[in-house]
């Protein structure tokens, strides 16, 4: 089938790249023309396992292409997939701008021919109706160019189009996995032929040809009106997060009264109702989604006179969290004004190199302001010199440069690399073997053996 992917991020670049390795036509439309050029390298803007292998492959046999023309991406695609960026407001709200933009540059490019309009960005619930208007809006502006100077309007027959919302599930880190292996596929619309052409590109995965698993049955698919389909995107991060709110709360008793969250969140974990996922207390939650969506979801209730208090709870919940290493760090090194701490990991988690509403940020600002020198070590920053977001805090090359001279480690981003490091080493290189594991990711008695004094969260 022919596709046309408007916007380059992790999602829209995922997504184009995941479906020409299936077999179909991709054609990826960004505006920003420096991007273009490395995509059409076959570099990845992006740091995602797996991404760059396929992009490449993609581009070998022309399966995919790379291109600022929006016009020829819109005529190039039986179906379009809006994927641009949908950031926080500081209302909460998301600033759908570039939404609109693409919603009216579709309309006033569309011409002869049926096309699905898919929203995969993350929008507020009601923007698939709201979608339409805008392409509606742009299809006029483009018939006002079509009337001649005679003022007989033109014959060109303009484009039938529909509007379908698939939000993406997408874990940043293992998004080419997810792609291939998803849980679900949701499809909001209102029309059974442009759910069905959904159904034809995604057949290839519905039927496992690319999983992990090809033995396990067909992929669900989920076929809803439009407003319920962005509804599920928003329910369930914000049920996720409220997921991880609830064990950080339940970690800050078990710190209290002696009890271990770990041997905690497996004893409840093996609950079928409760489930194992998501049970891990750290130091909370960052990232480009659970942040913006929980306070979408959040500010739509509002708009419509109700008051989230379970999700407003976890936000509060996860605010606090951040602050926990430096609590720790403090009930252990006592005054923070004059003493160095490496922070090991800087990423909001593994195998990304996203910073965007990371622990990390927090972490470095309020030791900062609390006089403390800030040293960080984070296997991809440190090797793309990526900085970012990054004031006041001197970025490492290397695990134990982090850990010459420090008075204490935080444990930030569950790095796979981080459970192989040399500790004993690094231990003897500090100034006081001190660290605090913001993940309980490593093994209290290795670090012990290892010559530090160990501290985990609710442990």
Known sequence: MRVCVIGTGYVGLVTGACLAHIGHDVICVDNNEEKVKLMKSGQSPIFEPGLSEIMQSAIQTEKIHFTSDLAAGVSHGEILFIAVGTPPLPTGESDTRYVEAVARGIGENLNGGYKVIVNKSTVPIGSGDWVRMLVLDGIAERQKTLVPAGGVPSDEKLAEFDVVSNPEFLREGSAVHDTFNPDRIVLGGNSQRAVALMEQLYAPIVQRKYALDQ??????????????????????????????????????????????????????????????????????????????????????????????QLMKAAVSVNERQ?????????????????????????????????????????????????????????????????????????VETDAERLADGCDALVLVTEWQQFSTLDYVKMAKLMAHPVIIDGRNFLDPEAMIRAGFQYVGVGR
Request: glycine share 10%.
């Open 215 to 308: 033995s396990l049955p067909p992929v669900p698919i989920l076929a809803t009106d439009l407003s319920s389909a962005e509804m599920i995107k928003y329910a369930a991060n914000a049920f996720l997060a409220t997921k991880i709110s609830f064990i950080n709360e339940v970690a800050n008793i078990c710190d209290r009264v002696g009890a271990d969250v770990t041997q905690v969140a497996k004893g409840i974990g093996l609950d079928s109702r409760i489930g194992n996922k998501f049970l891990q207390a750290g130091i909370g939650w960052g990232g480009s989604c659970f942040p913006k969506d929980v306070s979408a979801l959040i500010h739509t209730a509002d708009d419509y006179g109700y008051e989230a």
């Open 322 to 394: 951040r602050l926990i290493a430096l609590e720790k760090l403090q009930q252990v090194l006592k005054i923070l004004k004059g003493k160095t701490v490496g922070l090991l990991g800087l990423t909001f988690k593994p195998d990304t190199d996203d910073l965007r509403d990371a622990p990390a940020l927090i972490l470095i600002e309020q030791l900062n302001r609390l006089g403390a020198k800030v040293k960080a070590y984070d296997p991809i920053i440190s090797q793309t010199g990526m900085r970012h977001g990054l004031s006041g805090v001197l």
